[in-house]
């Protein structure tokens, strides 16, 4: 039983058009930690979703016709009532998602972060004056919003992933559809609550929970009103998404999968690395994009490390997110945990061997031990596939050289880390690393004031820092001739 301060927060119908609908469609959210129906919420189905774009491309003009200072007063609201109600935001995600409570209000009050940022930005939205190229030409350049945005995004960060999204759109001028997973739309309710108390107007940002995720997408991706689409998920389905946008030739965002390296040389601080690799590891139970997915220790350092790194591990505690003094939650399901399961054993098969954990644990079907495995080799799937789970493989390597083309030896590059105290070291080997972000001495990347995104297969745009509106904005030139 969820117990909150504002029980009108925990809303379970679909947000369209400013009103609270239903369709006679509904289905269950489960807490992972429990398996117990939370809530059972409405499916807006397709033509929720289509009703939610006519009310998204209606609202535009008025919204975007707002001064920037405007639309900042009403993100500023929206920031400030997030922080206000951080408690009740954060008890609803721990539900539905499982991740410690002290976790979830961090996420809670970094999405809000974004809201405050983008407010921030959106009173700077600034074009160019160019020099004429003739005698009586004058060429100036404005930013314009691209017009109705479709947004599709997973379960792992189930306020964050939307907040990093809605704020920059709304800022610049730009309305909202928002699709969330299907295992987390409780937290996307909860934030639509705040959006219409803040003073959002109707049609402006739309939530259209769905049980059907593909034929929702095909709808967002298909209709000539949506101008863009974000999406933050697995490789697979950005791929689906871009081919399905070609046909309206929509931009897009995708922030896909990850796979991220973390490299630990022999001159690195190694009890900072220790804590660097447990935080970038085991955070959320390791189910976030910018994990250390394979954890690459230079040979001399390499028994030293895993032992300090196996002791911080022992501290970790599993349990429900609600309970006091949980570090690690459960995962979203028990696919999740077949996962792991899958790379653990194939590692131990070809020679890993578990310094620590390597099993379900009696919790529940959704728990996973925090696992640290060695003698691990990059040839194994825990070195090559996201795992998303609680398992840290430490892969040894000789030179420099060696680790700069273990880590890039993958098709994604979003985010990698390195622990070095050799200055030049760490120039040479974050110029070289194929990611869109790097740690340096560092295990926590994430912030509002910087650019998140990847290279490769990993995607395509930036969430958050002044590049993150440019997303959202097109840019027009206008001639100006007989002068
Ligand atoms: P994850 O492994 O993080 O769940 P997915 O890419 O499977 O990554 O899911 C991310 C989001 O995309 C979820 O909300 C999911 O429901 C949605 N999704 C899954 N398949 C499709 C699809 N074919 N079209 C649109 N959205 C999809």
């Given at each position: 039983m969820l117990i909150l301060k504002d029980p009108s927060l925990l809303r379970t119908q679909a947000h369209v058009n400013g009103s609270w609908i239903e369709t006679g469609q509904a289905f269950p959210v489960n807490n992972p930690a429990t398996g117990e129906v939370i809530a059972t919420v409405v499916d807006a189905g397709i033509d929720g979703t289509r009703a939610a774009i006519d009310a998204a491309h209606a609202a535009k003009p008025g919204w975007s016709a707002r001064s920037g200072k405007e639309r900042a007063a009403v993100l500023r609201r929206l920031h400030d009532l997030m922080v206000a109600n951080a408690d009740d935001l954060a008890a609803i995600l721990t539900a539905e998602m499982g991740k410690p409570l002290p976790e979830a209000k961090g996420e809670i009050l970094y999405g809000a972060a974004f809201i405050e940022w983008f407010g921030e930005e959106a009173k700077r939205v600034y074009g160019d004056v160019i020099p004429g190229h003739q005698r009586d030409k004058r060429i100036v350049v404005i930013k314009q919003p691209v017009g109705v945005v479709g947004s599709i995004t997973p379960w792992n960060f189930p306020n964050a992933m939307i907040a990093r999204k809605l704020a920059p759109a709304l800022a610049v001028g730009c309305t909202f559809v928002a699709r969330p997973s299907?295992?987390?739309?409780?937290?996307?309710?909860?934030?639509?609550?705040?959006?219409?108390?803040?003073?959002?107007?109707?049609?402006?940002?739309?939530?259209?929970?769905?049980?059907d995720a593909a034929g929702?997408?095909?709808?967002?991706?298909?209709?000539?009103?949506?101008?863009?689409?974000?999406?933050t998920g697995s490789t697979r389905v950005g791929k689906i998404l871009m081919r399905q946008c070609a046909d309206t030739v929509k931009k897009v965002s995708l922030e896909l999968g990850g796979n991220a390296p973390f490299v630990v040389f022999d001159d690195a601080d190694l009890d900072a690395a220790a804590d660097g690799a447990l935080i970038a590891k085991f955070r959320n139970?390791?189910?976030?994009?910018?994990?250390?997915?394979?954890?690459?220790?230079?040979a001399g350092i390499y028994h030293a490390f895993a032992e300090k790194l196996r002791a911080k591990v022992a501290?970790?505690?599993?349990?429900?997110?609600?309970?006091p003094g949980v570090t690690t939650g459960p995962l979203?399901?028990?696919?999740?945990?077949?996962?792991?399961?899958?790379?653990l054993r194939e590692a131990v098969e070809k020679g890993a061997e578990i310094l620590t954990g390597g099993r379900r644990s009696s919790l529940g079907r959704s728990y996973f031990e925090p696992t640290l495995l060695t003698e691990v080799t990059q040839d194994m799937l825990v070195a090559r596939e996201e795992t998303f789970g609680p398992l840290a493989p430490l892969v040894r390597f000789e030179t420099e050289d060696e680790a700069v083309a273990m880590c890039n030896a993958s098709e994604f590059g979003l985010a990698g880390y390195l622990y070095s105290r050799d200055v030049a070291r760490v120039w040479r080997v974050a110029e070289r690393m194929?990611?869109?972000?790097?740690?340096?001495?560092?295990?926590?990347?994430?912030?509002?004031?910087?650019?998140?995104?990847?290279?490769?297969?990993?995607?395509?745009?930036?969430?958050?820092?002044?590049?993150?509106c440019d997303d959202y904005l097109e840019i027009k030139s206008m001639c100006f001739g007989g002068i």
């Open positions: 299907e295992l987390t739309p409780l937290s996307a309710l909860a934030l639509a609550v705040l959006a219409e108390r803040a003073g959002v107007p109707a049609g402006v940002f739309n939530v259209v929970p769905s049980l929702v997408g095909a709808e967002l991706c298909a209709n000539p009103k949506v101008a863009k689409i974000t999406f139970a390791g189910q976030t994009c910018i994990c250390a997915n394979r954890i690459y220790v230079q501290t970790l505690r599993l349990g429900n997110g609600f309970e979203i399901n028990e696919a999740a945990v077949a996962k792991v399961e899958r790379h194929e990611t869109g972000m790097v740690g340096i001495n560092t295990g926590l990347i994430s912030t509002e004031v910087a650019p998140f995104g990847g290279v490769k297969q990993s995607g395509l745009g930036r969430e958050g820092s002044k590049y993150g």
